[in-house]
Every structure is written in structure tokens, then in C-alpha cells.
């Protein structure tokens, strides 16, 4: 991080490295290829230079992004992905190999629960565990064990991992700590804080933050050595042993698998992210505002947020994420009300999937993004048939809170 704060270090990044024409924005670069006047020079820029080749590999507008996300998570280095489960995908596949343990937190997002599944299939070890309680990770740790994975809060439940005992934990049995820091955001936590290998973001979520535009990123933090990590290449074991990590995802993830973001949407996000610190601060205020009024109110049987006392991790939330808590939600509504009939009443809220919006988004979670995972593995994420999943966005409080007065009156 630069000697200023979050967010002047975000708007005036591209400035400071030298925009043609004095642009206070990195152009969007939409070449697919770069032409080199040297064919050495061109040679060089395959065997390790810095530089340009093919733009599957990245583009300056990508590379722009990505200085700005190391900036944000206080990183060595970022590789942009073109949604946040590619990065995720690049993470595990190229990370962890057949007869490979991973413990993963058991309240995850549920594609990436999805993608653990096929990871499995393909003869990776994987465990869950209750990862609010670093007990039950360390219980589940094995020889075989490489790396420990945990979301900061889990959707829709609101469960907060146990993230700096874990990265103790981690730390001690030289493990690839990796952070999923989609709902928090580096505004409220650095996963580098916590020791931390790598932290992963869809910038899809708040980050870019307006709907308009899917990405993903992978930070390495610096803090772990490669050497220690059994599976690296030797063809990426050059330079310092904490930079192996990164190349390797950057080589047989992004190159490999080719989930590139395109120059378009890294340009939207960057612009979205010159704001992000902002719209959280007031998303999150919103949402607390929002809860308090709803953990009153008789229509609702439970609200699931880390701002209420009544939270298991509401201290942890406190200390952990700048005094925030977050800006999602998860409501169960009173016996006898319907909550599809609820939903069908608000009107300022829309009735869609995503989070980390600039709008207030609403769904019934069970029977949406956590239908395909089944009534089991629901139930062991504490994911009720009624529970309506809220991601609060940066409306003007008072309208939120009429919108759901008059829903729940309405029902
Ligand atoms: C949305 C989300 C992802 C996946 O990101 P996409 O950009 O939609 O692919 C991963 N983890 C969490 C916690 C998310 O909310």
C-alpha cells in the first residue's frame, strides 16, 4: 500500500504510473496480440520479461486492475480471473493434486461447494468443517493435508470464520492458507492480516459493485513460502520461493484454462472500484439500520446478522472487520407467512441473485442458488426452506425500511 489511504491510493493509481496523453484512467487495451519491433525482444517477453504476448496471458488495462487489488489487500501480486469461481477454479486445480487433502469451511457459496465436488471426482481429499471453531479445523488436519480453505462471512447464514486462529493454525503446519474475501472485501479485512497465502475476490461482488461487470482475482499476500508447498513446477521455481505460488496460477490457471478477463469489464470494475469503500460503508450501515428494525418486528422469527448482539461472531465481526458487519443478511419470516408471497410485495427491493450490488437484492435461498446441493447438505449449512438471502445495497435507509414495513405488513 502506497503512503496514502485506500481510497486516494485506488484513484490515483493509474495516474501515478504514467497514462499516455496525462488520462487519469489506464485505456482499455483490447489488442489480442502485442508486436514487437525485435524478435528478441519479443523472445524475452516468453522466457520470463515483463511485457506483453497474447492477451489470454493478460493487457496493460488487466495489469492496471490488478496493481490496484495488491494495493487494496496490502498483496506482493494479483492475477485477474474472468469471474471469481475461475480464480477459484485456478486455485484448487493448479494448487492441489490427486491424494491432495483440503479442509474447506462447510459454509461456502454454493458453487464453489459445487466445485469442490468435482474436485473430489478428481482424487482431491476434501473435508468440512464448522471453520467458525479452529478446533474442528485442526481436528481435520491430516499428513496429507495441503491447504485450508474459509470464506470471511458465509452466505446466507452470516458465519464467521475463526480467520486469525486459522491463520495461526495454518501458519504453524505449513499450510496454503487461502481466503475467500467476496462479502467482506479488502475495505473491511485483509486476509493478509490473518497470515493468509492467497485471497481470492470476485470483483463481480463489491468490488466493481454496480451489476455491470464479472471478475475475479487471486492475491498472493507474500507471506508463504512455495518451497514449502510440495507441488510447484520446477519450471516456476525461479526468482524468490514466496512469488512460485502466484506463477503457477498464473501459468497453468490463467494461460491453461483461459478464463481471461477481458479489457471491457477490468476498465468497469476499476472505475466501480474507486468508490468501493464508500458504498460499503454505506451498505453496511443500511443493512444494521435494516436489522434492527427486523429482529423487532413480528413478522420475522430470525435475522441473521453479524451487527446484532445476538450473532455467534457478533464480537469477532466487531474485531475483525473495521467495526462493520457486513452488508448481507439472511431473514426467516414468522410462521404463517408465505415468503414467496412477501417477496412478491417489495417493491424497492429486487427480486434477483447477486450480492455486493449498488441495489438491495432479495431471493428465497433454499430454493434458488442452494437448490442443486439438496436438503442435507443445506441443513448442515443451517440454510432453513424459508430463509430469504438479502444483499443490501446503498439505497436511502428509510426507503429500505418502508419497502419491508410494507411487505410484511402486506403478507
Ligand atoms: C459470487 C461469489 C463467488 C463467485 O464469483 P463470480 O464472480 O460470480 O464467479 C465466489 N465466492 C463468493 C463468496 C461469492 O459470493
Not at 490515483?12 to 496480440?33: I, N
Not at 429500505?400 to 414495513?405: A, E
Amino acid at each position: 500500500m502506497s503512503k496514502h489511504g485506500f481510497t486516494t491510493t485506488i484513484l490515483h493509481g493509474d495516474r501515478r504510473q504514467g497514462v499516455e496523453h496525462g488520462a487519469v484512467h489506464k485505456p482499455m487495451h483490447p489488442s489480442s496480440e502485442y508486436a514487437y519491433k525485435d524478435a528478441r525482444e519479443l523472445t524475452a517477453v516468453f522466457q520470463g520479461k515483463s511485457g506483453f504476448s497474447y492477451a489470454r496471458q493478460g493487457t496493460p488495462t488487466t495489469m492496471a486492475l490488478e496493481a490496484k487489488i495488491t494495493a487494496m489487500e496490502s498483496g506482493a501480486g494479483t492475477v485477474s480471473f474472468a469471474t471469481g469461481m475461475a480464480a477459484l477454479a485456478a486455485i484448487f486445480t493448479t494448487l492441489l493434486r490427486r491424494g491432495d487433502h483440503l479442509v474447506s469451511s462447510q459454509y461456502i457459496f454454493g458453487n464453489t461447494n459445487s466445485l469442490l465436488g468435482t474436485l473430489q471426482e478428481l482424487g482431491v481429499e476434501v473435508t468440512m468443517v464448522d471453520a467458525t471453531d479452529v478446533a474442528q479445523v485442526e481436528a481435520a488436519i491430516r499428513p496429507n493435508t495441503r491447504m485450508v480453505f474459509v470464506e470471511t462471512i458465509a452466505n446466507p447464514g452470516t458465519q464467521i470464520a475463526d480467520l486469525m486462529g486459522i491463520g495461526a493454525l495454518c501458519g504453524r503446519a505449513g499450510l496454503v492458507y487461502v481466503i475467500d474475501n467476496t462479502l467482506t472485501s479488502p475495505w473491511l479485512f485483509k486476509g493478509r492480516d490473518a497470515g493468509a497465502a492467497l485471497v481470492m475476490n470476485s470483483l463481480s461482488k463489491y468490488i466493481g459493485g454496480h451489476g455491470h461487470a464479472l471478475g475475479g482475482s487471486v492475491t498472493d499476500t507474500g507471506l508463504f513460502d512455495w518451497k514449502g508447498h510440495p507441488n510447484i513446477f520446477e519450471s516456476y521455481q525461479n526468482g524468490p520461493s514466496t512469488t512460485w505460488g502466484l506463477t503457477q496460477i498464473k501459468k497453468k490457471g490463467l494461460r491453461d484454462m483461459g478464463g481471461t478477463l477481458a479489457a471491457e469489464p477490468a476498465h468497469r470494475i476499476a472505475v466501480g472500484a474507486e468508490t468501493l469503500a464508500l458504498r460499503m460503508d454505506r451498505a453496511c450501515a443500511n443493512a444494521l439500520a435494516l436489522s434492527r428494525y427486523l429482529v423487532e418486528h413480528p413478522g420475522v422469527a430470525r435475522v441473521h446478522y453479524p451487527g446484532l448482539p445476538s450473532h455467534p461472531q457478533h464480537v469477532r465481526a466487531g474485531e475483525l472487520f473495521r467495526g462493520r458487519h457486513g452488508a448481507l443478511m439472511g431473514i426467516e419470516l414468522a410462521e404463517g407467512i408465505d415468503c414467496f408471497d412477501f417477496l412478491n410485495r417489495l417493491s424497492v427491493v429486487a427480486l434477483a441473485t447477486h450480492l455486493g450490488d449498488t441495489r438491495t437484492l432479495a431471493l428465497p435461498a433454499a430454493h434458488t442458488i442452494y437448490y442443486e446441493m439438496g436438503a442435507q447438505r443445506r441443513a448442515q449449512m443451517g440454510i432453513a426452506d424459508s430463509l430469504i438471502r438479502v444483499s443490501i445495497g446503498i439505497e436511502d435507509e428509510a426507503d429500505l425500511i418502508d419497502d419491508f414495513d410494507r411487505a410484511l405488513r402486506g403478507a
